[in-house]
């Protein structure tokens, strides 16, 4: 059996790692930005993230469950006023 190598450099790699965590802190930032301007519940929501947060990164897979399990309960539009479409 031979061992397969990655065709790209080391240089290429890591400005695809430097792309990926400035994507990733953009996103961080909006989230931050949005949960700050909810007019409800912020700090209920901002621990629940958390939580997902950490729930993630041990293990990577449970997004697949949480997140179709939470979209039909998660209905904000009666007490926030916004609709999502």
């Known amino acids: ?13 890591f400005i695809l790692v ?11 930032g909006v ?3 949005t949960l700050l301007d909810f007019p409800v519940a912020n700090q209920w ?3 629940g993230l958390g939580l997902y947060f950490v729930l993630l990164v041990r293990f990577p897979w449970l997004w697949m ?5 939470l979209l039909p309960v998660l209905d904000l539009t009666p007490t926030t006023g916004r609709i999502y479409f």
């Open 18 to 28: 430097l792309f990926q965590r400035l994507i990733s802190a953009g996103i961080l």
């Open 45 to 47: 929501l901002a621990t």
């Open 65 to 69: 469950i949480i997140v179709p399990t």
């Open 1 to 13: 059996m031979s061992q397969c190598k990655p065709a790209s450099s080391p240089k290429a790699s």
């Open 31 to 33: 989230v931050v930005f």
